[in-house]
């Protein structure tokens, strides 16, 4: 009987919908935590992986001999080494685009709670103490009045584009690859450098995957060119930013705050930034919608039906051979 681990705790929260859409000859099981030791007595004879943030290299993979098909359960595929998987000839499929609209919505919920004070605002009223005079300034005032710069233009950054049309602000993007005139037509971008980028947006917000390049992309020197009180957004990977420098960059009032869906080490389970109110963290919901999460449930077991099957799986990740 062919064994399917879901290797990240919380999906055991979606082991009710797994179950249906496999068969019965199909034997499921999930980690309840993120420990080396459950992960090696569960994966030892399990035949496919369905995973989200454990990295899966070779030490993992030497812990889960039988495996020859990891599916990403979202649009991610960051934790995979490309080298051991190949090196193991095990298949690696990910689902692009799945959570675009759900991650969209939640930076431009950052970005209003920044822009709108919400969280000092919220602090105050839940003291019974309504003090709009003592309000901080934004330097901004409305998105209206922002140029919000994208870095990374893909399915999720052109989500973002789509919605920030309907509030006015100027919307410029950098990237590795310049979008089609029609592209920048339709959503009305500007395509600039990232030091250009930089230098201009109120708001910056990134839509990148994590990889050896884009690895603390946004450092002391990138955080440096922003306007002084800016706001810098991430709902990508929290390696993208240099935490480090971003501390310093908001401690020394020369950024107005950040609003962060993602940190750098997410499993340590503990907020970096605690101590700075002018940061607001969430746990990692932009893509965790209900909607979101139905389709990764739905498109993820199909495509472990498909490899049970001997069929061919779909959206593999770049790189493997």
Not at 26 to 34: E, I, K, M, Q
Not at 229 to 253: C, K, Q
């Amino acid at each position: 009987m062919p064994k399917v681990l879901l290797v990240d705790p919380f999906l055991a929260n979606e082991l009710e919908h797994f179950r249906p859409l496999l068969s019965e000859d199909v034997a499921l099981a999930v980690c309840t935590t993120y420990e080396d030791a459950e992960f090696a007595q569960l994966a030892v004879d399990a035949d496919v992986l369905v995973n989200t943030l454990r990295s899966i290299d070779a030490a993992a993979l030497a812990m889960a001999p039988r495996a020859r098909f990891i599916q990403q359960f979202g649009a991610g595929h960051d934790p995979i080494n490309v080298a051991a998987v190949n090196a193991r000839n095990v298949l690696v499929a990910f689902n692009p685009g799945v959570n675009a609209a759900g991650v969209a919505e939640h930076t431009l919920l950052l970005m209003l709670a920044l822009v709108k004070n919400l969280a000092w605002s919220e602090h105050w009223a839940q003291q019974g103490q309504f003090m709009l005079d003592e309000m901080p300034a934004s330097g901004i005032g409305d998105l209206a009045d922002a140029t919000v710069g994208l870095v990374g233009l893909g399915a999720i950054g052109q989500a973002v584009a789509e919605r920030l049309r309907s509030f006015g602000a100027k919307v410029v993007y950098a990237g590795r690859t310049r979008q089609t005139p029609d592209v920048e037509e339709r959503l009305d971008v500007s395509w600039l450098p990232l030091p250009d980028l930089l230098g201009t947006s109120h708001i910056v917000s990134l839509h990148l995957p994590l990889t050896a390049e884009t690895h603390h992309l946004i450092g002391e020197p990138e955080l440096a060119m922003m306007p002084r009180g800016s706001f810098l957004i991430n709902t990508a990977r929290g390696g993208l930013v240099d935490e480090v420098a971003l501390r310093r960059a908001i401690a020394s009032g020369h950024l107005g705050g950040a609003g962060l869906d993602v940190i750098d080490d997410e499993l340590a389970g503990r907020n970096p930034f605690v101590d700075l109110p002018q940061v607001l963290v969430t746990l990692h919901l932009g893509g965790a919608s209900h909607g979101s999460t139905t389709r990764m449930v739905e498109r993820s077991a199909a495509n472990v039906r498909r490899f049970l099957a001997g069929e061919t799986v779909r959206d593999l990740i770049p790189g493997l051979m």
